[in-house]
């Protein structure tokens, strides 16, 4: 940790304080170059007693100080007697800079020459070995780098000490490589502060893992080596690899082993449960979120009326200009009329006046109102030019009444899980919202961040899937007074939906593209960062 201060306070604080971590190439590439060295091999002798040519060779060794208030594991130590050099192991080339290498990683690797001396042994120099160059380079503990190194102890002390966090690096090169870079958000945070240079591209990796869904009645999720094998009635059905899993969706009652329930939590793959009819019950990770500091900004403006109906503002507002450019881009008979747009407009501006929650309340459901009275403009006519394949008059759910309405509430179960699992994955509590007041399991903080994201993503599914012909009135079955999905059809929509999540748009502030999978954890962060006190307003994403 004190070597990532030195490169960058922000990286520290963020790993240390906040329990931040996301693999790269680079994190990759440095476990592997340490494989050797961290499986523990010899002991390191008792000082005092040891003869002065007894040779010390010693893997993976940890060290610890009260006195320094430091630990330390050495990957290597070598010496003969009392006198001992660590030997710190990097990734790469050795580089041609002045001293031999890097402060980050002198001071690293002096912390180690001091706690060995702690222990009582001389050590006035370590090693560091770069794998790939397969060079040494020599790293004397003289005065200055102590200096240096007490100093950053010091300094890392009262920064992660202070509840702040330390500022974004700006236009920094580090950023780019760095595997924190989407959940720092350096380029986003200084542009919506200072509103300058625009931010590079997001430098993640991308991720090839999806949500595995289960719906067959009875089947069994059970941990075979490093794949997941599921089964019904005790035929084996389907094989999938655990690193190809980004979730697993579970849709009625199906039976998973509890071997691979800990095998997900030890790899932080959540397990969203929904009834068999697609109602979101709930989902399941390990130990949850370290960042507890996100959680406690979270609670205290949520307690805070006046930030409540700001974040609500935004929220509904965003959701409303969001409806009007869905009706806008797929109005199927000439242009959508004037009137409607403008009426839009007029809810927006009452959105911008309203005093409380209760009086915005009402101006979204003006807006919804306005909007579903209109949306059967948006789909498509059958071969009777005169009628409507899917009748849609107005929104119904509890349970739906119509086909149409039946996939939008089908849309939003399966949008409100991909967001409770972001929001969770952020380390919020889902359950504690801004504008959806608490309610005994209902992820209010979900629905909130849920809002401009309907008409985009839910209802251009149900859009997309009834246009297409991806769904048709075949595929629905009534009951109760109900509608709902058949299998088959319920498969084709859930890859309807998956597809649309991995589609890219371009972000209309930072002007890179990303999909709207990553977008929704996109949104969870900047959040974050406005409930922490970097962002003066929280950004919702609004298309054009």
């Known amino acids: 940790m004190l070597n990532e201060f030195v490169y960058c306070p922000r990286l520290a604080y963020l790993e240390w304080v906040q329990g931040e971590w996301a693999e790269s190439a680079d994190t990759v590439e440095g476990r592997h170059a340490h494989r050797r060295v961290d499986r523990a091999n010899g002991d390191l002798p008792d000082p005092a007693g040891s003869a002065e040519e007894t040779r010390i060779h010693a893997r993976s060794i940890t060290l610890s100080s009260e006195r320094l208030g430091l630990v330390a594991k050495a990957d290597l130590i070598e010496g003969t007697g009392k006198r001992v050099t660590p030997v710190d192991y990097k990734r790469g080339k050795r580089p041609h800079v002045a001293r031999g290498a890097y402060d980050p990683e002198r001071v690293q690797l002096c912390v180690q020459g001091m706690l060995l001396e702690e222990h009582g042994f001389c050590c006035d120099e370590g090693v560091l070995y770069y794998v790939e160059s397969r060079e040494r380079v020599r790293v004397p503990f003289d005065d200055e780098l102590r200096a240096l190194t007490r100093s950053a102890i010091d300094e890392m002390r009262r920064v992660t000490s202070g509840s702040s966090i330390?500022?974004?690096?700006?236009?920094?090169?580090?950023?780019?490589?760095?595997?924190?870079?989407?959940?720092?958000?350096?380029?986003?945070?200084?542009?919506?502060?200072?509103?300058?240079?625009?931010?590079?591209?997001?430098?993640?990796?991308?991720?090839?893992?999806?949500?595995?869904?289960?719906?067959?009645?009875?089947?069994?999720?059970?941990?075979?080596?490093?794949?997941?094998?599921?089964?019904?009635?005790?035929?084996?059905?389907?094989?999938?690899?655990?690193?190809?899993?980004?979730?697993?969706?579970?849709?009625?009652?199906?039976?998973?082993?509890?071997?691979?329930?800990?095998?997900?939590?030890?790899?932080?793959?959540?397990?969203?449960?929904?009834?068999?009819?697609?109602?979101?019950?709930?989902?399941?990770?390990?130990?949850?979120?370290?960042?507890?500091?996100?959680?406690?900004?979270?609670?205290?403006?949520?307690?805070?009326?006046?930030?409540?109906?700001?974040?609500?503002?935004?929220?509904?507002?965003a959701k409303i200009q969001n409806q009007k450019t869905l009706l806008r881009r797929n109005w199927k008979d000439g242009s959508a009329p004037e009137e409607l747009l403008d009426g839009f407009q007029a809810d927006v501006r009452r959105a911008q006046r309203a005093t409380n929650l209760g009086e915005l309340l009402g101006v979204e459901g003006q807006a919804a109102a306005r909007y579903f009275g209109a949306f059967s403009a948006m789909l498509s006519r059958g071969r009777d030019a005169e009628a409507l394949p899917f009748d849609f008059q107005t929104r119904n759910r509890r349970p739906p009444t119509d086909p149409v309405n039946a996939l939008l509430s089908f849309a939003y179960s399966l949008l409100t899980r991909a967001l409770t699992v972001a929001?969770?994955?952020?380390?919020?509590?889902?359950?504690?919202?801004?504008?959806?007041?608490?309610?005994?399991?209902?992820?209010?903080?979900?629905?909130?961040?849920?809002?401009?994201?309907?008409?985009?993503?839910?209802?251009?599914?149900?859009?997309?899937?009834?246009?297409?012909?991806?769904?048709?009135?075949?595929?629905?079955?009534?009951?109760?007074?109900?509608?709902?999905?058949?299998?088959?059809?319920?498969?084709?929509?859930?890859?309807?939906?998956?597809?649309?999540?991995?589609?890219?748009?371009?972000?209309?502030?930072?002007?890179?593209?990303?999909?709207?999978?990553r977008l929704l954890e996109l949104q969870a962060r900047l959040l974050a960062r406005h409930l922490l006190g970097e962002l003066p307003e929280y950004p919702n994403f609004t298309t054009r």
């Open 166 to 317: 330390p500022p974004p690096l700006v236009d920094s090169p580090k950023c780019v490589r760095c595997s924190l870079v989407g959940i720092c958000l350096p380029d986003e945070v200084n542009f919506l502060r200072r509103q300058e240079a625009p931010p590079r591209p997001l430098a993640v990796p991308h991720d090839e893992a999806l949500p595995l869904y289960v719906q067959a009645r009875g089947a069994k999720v059970a941990k075979n080596g490093e794949t997941l094998e599921i089964s019904v009635e005790g035929e084996p059905t389907q094989t999938v690899r655990l690193r190809d899993v980004s979730q697993l969706v579970l849709m009625g009652q199906i039976y998973v082993t509890t071997p691979t329930l800990h095998e997900l939590m030890t790899r932080e793959i959540p397990v969203s449960w929904h009834s068999y009819g697609g109602w979101f019950m709930g989902h399941t990770v390990g130990t949850g979120h370290k960042n507890v500091e996100i959680r406690t900004a979270q609670y205290r403006a949520s307690f805070d009326p006046a930030v409540c109906l700001q974040l609500a503002k935004g929220f509904v507002i």
């Open 423 to 517: 929001v969770t994955a952020v380390g919020f509590d889902c359950y504690r919202g801004f504008y959806h007041q608490p309610r005994y399991g209902r992820p209010a903080l979900a629905l909130d961040l849920m809002e401009p994201f309907r008409p985009l993503i839910a209802d251009s599914c149900v859009i997309q899937a009834i246009n297409n012909g991806e769904v048709r009135p075949s595929d629905f079955i009534r009951a109760g007074g109900g509608v709902a999905l058949k299998d088959d059809a319920r498969k084709r929509f859930i890859g309807t939906f998956e597809r649309r999540l991995s589609q890219e748009v371009t972000h209309p502030l930072f002007g890179y593209r990303v999909s709207y999978r």
